[in-house]
T-cell receptor
Framework: GEQVEQRPPHLSVREGDSAFITCTYTDPNSYYFFWYKQEPGASLQLLMKVFSSTEINEGQGFTVLLNKKDKRLSLNLTAAHPGDSAAYFC???????????FGKGTVLLVSP | NSKVIQTPRYLVKGQGQKAKMRCIPE?????VFWYQQNKNNEFKFLIN????????QIDMTEKRFSAECPSNSPCSLEIQSSEAGDSALYLC???????????FGKGTRLTVV
């Protein structure tokens, strides 16, 4: 089945810096992907759904890059602020019933 | 904002006790998932449904866990005999199906003492 590796497990940046998180996946047939944000004590908030047809996806304050050749999905938070402090997870649906395989998460801390 | 409703938010059970949690999926979402998130942030898929039918489930779910999504009632996940290793955040999610977004509830945090 699909395997997803996410790096780094922890990331600490200063306010205004960029934060870069990467996931690699194994199934070359995967064609859409999710990024979720989880604040402490809260549920998973969907940040973005990305299709494999689009390599660059712009969100509010972040960019998602997809490199199909390397099977790599990246989340770049530009100009991070303390409110971005949370755990971030990539998730890849399987080709059958859309069961999600999650990365192990990145805990991001943005300090003022 | 997700409209998946999970109850209770917190659940404390003794070892060997039953633990039951409920989920109301977002209206119009026939596909429901249950995941377990442990203290290391690792997710484990448990089971998913389309309407009332089970689509996939893991072995663990077949043995001590039971789940259902009856029509016109909340979905539920029940652990028949709780073990310490079951302490985790249980997340319910729903989806319209197909290649669409999956939305999560706030979860039920189970502590088995």
């Amino acid at each position: 089945g699909e395997q997803v590796e996410q790096r780094p497990p922890h990331l600490s940046v200063r306010e205004g810096d960029s934060a870069f998180i990467t996931c690699t996946y194994t199934d070359p047939n995967s064609y859409y992907f999710f990024w979720y944000k989880q604040e402490p004590g809260a549920s998973l908030q969907l940040l973005m759904k990305v299709f494999s047809s689009t390599e660059i996806n712009e969100g509010q304050g972040f960019t998602v890059l997809l490199n199909k050749k390397d099977k790599r999905l990246s989340l770049n938070l530009t100009a991070a602020h303390p409110g971005d402090s949370a755990a971030y997870f990539c998730a890849v649906p399987d080709s059958g019933y859309n069961k999600l395989t999650f990365g192990k998460g990145t805990v991001l801390l943005v300090s003022p | 904002n997700s409209k998946v409703i999970q109850t209770p938010r917190y659940l404390v059970k003794g070892q060997g006790q039953k633990a039951k949690m409920r989920c109301i999926p977002e209206k119009g979402h026939p596909v429901v998932f249950w995941y377990q998130q442990n203290k290391n942030n690792e997710f484990k898929f448990l089971i998913n449904f389309q309407n009332q039918e089970v689509l996939q489930q893991i072995d663990m779910t077949e043995k001590r866990f039971s789940a259902e999504c009856p029509s016109n009632s909340p979905c539920s996940l029940e652990i028949q005999s709780s073990e310490a290793g079951d302490s985790a955040l249980y997340l319910c999610a729903s989806s319209p199906g197909g290649n669409t977004e999956v939305f999560f509830g706030k979860g039920t945090r189970l502590t088995v003492v």
